[in-house]
């Protein structure tokens, strides 16, 4: 997993298009900028739930300096996330390209 510094974080809830909500998530980084596409799943079928976990768990990193853990797995769609002072949590999730 690599670590992560927050510099600032963006967290929208859009339609993809098809009539479902996703979660649009962009963190910058001092590294470079990460993006995903978050949906809900068995696993966490809410989308308030996971927005309020990345929110909180963001905000924090950010106002405290405290580094992120993530990992994608492109293949399974799957993104995990290890915030401060949280367990890590895995979503599913497409990366998208800067």
């Keep these: 997993m690599a670590k992560y510094e927050v510099a600032g974080f ?13 979660i649009y998530l962009t963190i910058n980084t001092s590294m470079k900028k990460l993006s995903y596409r978050i949906w809900k799943d ?11 976990y990345l929110e909180d ?4 990193a950010k106002s405290t300096s405290a580094k992120i853990e ?7 769609l799957y ?5 401060p002072e949280q367990d890590q ?10």
């Design 57 to 60: 768990g963001l905000k924090l």
């Design 10 to 22: 963006d967290i929208q809830v859009k339609d993809n298009g098809n009539g479902v909500n996703n």
């Design 89 to 98: 949590h895995q979503f599913s999730a497409e990366k998208l390209d800067q």
């Design 70 to 76: 993530v990992s994608d797995y492109r293949e399974r």
């Design 42 to 52: 068995e696993r966490y079928p809410d989308l308030l739930t996971i927005g309020k």
């Design 79 to 83: 993104v995990f996330f290890k915030l």
